[in-house]
Nanobody
Framework: QAQLVESGGGSVQAGGSLRLSCVGS??????YGWFRQAPGKEREGVAA????????YYSDIVKGRFKISHDNAKNTVDLQLNSLEPEDTATYYC???????????????????????WGQGTQVTVSS
């Protein structure tokens, strides 16, 4: 499995912004995603992007506030977090999948089980 490396987490006040970055893998990846997990909660997918056409998916709770992007030349996947809320506090994980984006989400959100590679996570803390 490819190893992904995230960076860019930190602490910010409510209403602030952060930018997370992930160095990706070139081993057959079709989709990158960002997930997060807060203490005591299940991991949830927040955004994903298709490598080929850069089509995107966002969960309803972050839509309009977060933006995912992929740089083909650098093979990095960034997540811009704007208008942050205390509820956004979590460890954020970058993940890669060999499946097409259209097959990776349902009414329940992003299907984490189809992402084969994961980073170690980066902490985002938002204070009120």
């Amino acid at each position: 499995q490819a190893q992904l490396v995230e960076s860019g987490g930190g602490s910010v006040q409510a209403g602030g912004s952060l930018r997370l970055s992930c160095v990706g893998s070139r081993n057959g990846v079709l989709t990158y995603g960002w997930f997060r997990q807060a203490p005591g909660k299940e991991r949830e997918g927040v955004a994903a992007i298709a490598v080929r056409d850069h089509s995107t998916y966002y969960s309803d709770i972050v839509k309009g506030r977060f933006k995912i992007s992929h740089d083909n030349a650098k093979n990095t996947v960034d997540l811009q977090l704007n208008s942050l809320e205390p509820e956004d506090t979590a460890t954020y994980y970058c993940a890669a999948s060999s499946f097409l984006l259209r097959n990776l989400w349902s009414g329940a959100g992003l299907l984490s089980g189809y992402f084969e590679s994961w980073g170690q996570g980066t902490q985002v803390t938002v204070s009120s």
